[in-house]
T-cell receptor, first 115, second 110 residues
Framework: AQTVTQSQPEMSVQEAETVTLSCTYDTSESDYYLFWYKQPPSRQMILVIRQEAYKQQNATENRFSVNFQKAAKSFSLKISDSQLGDAAMYFCAYRINFGNEKLTFGTGTRLTIIP | SQTIHQWPATLVQPVGSPLSLECTVEGTSNPNLYWYRQAAGRGLQLLFYSVGIGQISSEVPQNLSASRPQDRQFILSSKKLLLSDSGFYLC?????????FGPGTRLTVT
């Protein structure tokens, strides 16, 4: 069974600084997707970034980028120039690239931005 | 554009009472639909998913059930709520490999 592990329950970063959130996963599949979701206090889940396993290039969305290490099964999220609005729970998620598109989530990392 | 609605937003129910949470999606057809539960301070646990009308798959055995009476409607039900059913329930739909979530329902069982 696939598992997703986020070993940092809480992280904090000074405003305008850079922070990296860690995620590791376990799978025997070779074709899959990885995602980072953000859940602010409103509790709405918002997709931040996605990475296809077959792509070697790391995904980037504005201030958000990932470091995808397929062999190590590692998928970290880097947030640059942190802003107060980045404060939220961040969830790493995985799904295989066929079938019913079910997501498996990690337990989340709570990110605090220090003004 | 596609939108997803959930209601009610908040619900307080006594133990043993029935439950019905509704999720509807607009702007798409034949979506895959999902029900997740998030316990306090925890990640999301997939409860049910549906790939079409009347097609429901259960991920976790429990006293909850799901139904999909229409293409874009997904309902989560229970005949008798337990204290352990308290949590935040999220509905989601998928397209193009990505899942999009509704605003959620906070359920408190007292």
């Amino acid at each position: 069974a696939q598992t997703v592990t986020q070993s940092q329950p809480e992280m904090s970063v000074q405003e305008a600084e850079t922070v990296t959130l860690s995620c590791t996963y376990d799978t025997s599949e070779s074709d899959y997707y990885l995602f980072w979701y953000k859940q602010p206090p409103s509790r709405q889940m918002i997709l931040v970034i996605r990475q296809e396993a077959y792509k070697q290039q790391n995904a980037t969305e504005n201030r958000f980028s990932v470091n995808f290490q397929k062999a190590a099964k590692s998928f970290s999220l880097k947030i640059s120039d942190s802003q107060l609005g980045d404060a939220a729970m961040y969830f790493c998620a995985y799904r295989i690239n066929f079938g019913n598109e079910k997501l498996t989530f990690g337990t989340g990392t709570r990110l605090t931005i220090i003004p | 554009s596609q939108t997803i609605h959930q209601w009610p937003a908040t619900l307080v129910q006594p133990v043993g009472s029935p439950l019905s949470l509704e999720c509807t999606v607009e702007g798409t057809s034949n979506p895959n639909l999902y029900w997740y539960r998030q316990a306090a301070g925890r990640g999301l646990q997939l409860l049910f998913y549906s790939v079409g009308i009347g097609q429901i798959s259960s991920e976790v055995p429990q006293n909850l059930s799901a139904s999909r009476p229409q293409d874009r409607q997904f309902i989560l039900s229970s005949k008798k709520l337990l204290l352990s059913d308290s949590g935040f329930y999220l509905c989601a739909w998928s397209e193009g490999g990505e899942q999009y979530f509704g605003p959620g329902t906070r359920l408190t069982v007292t």
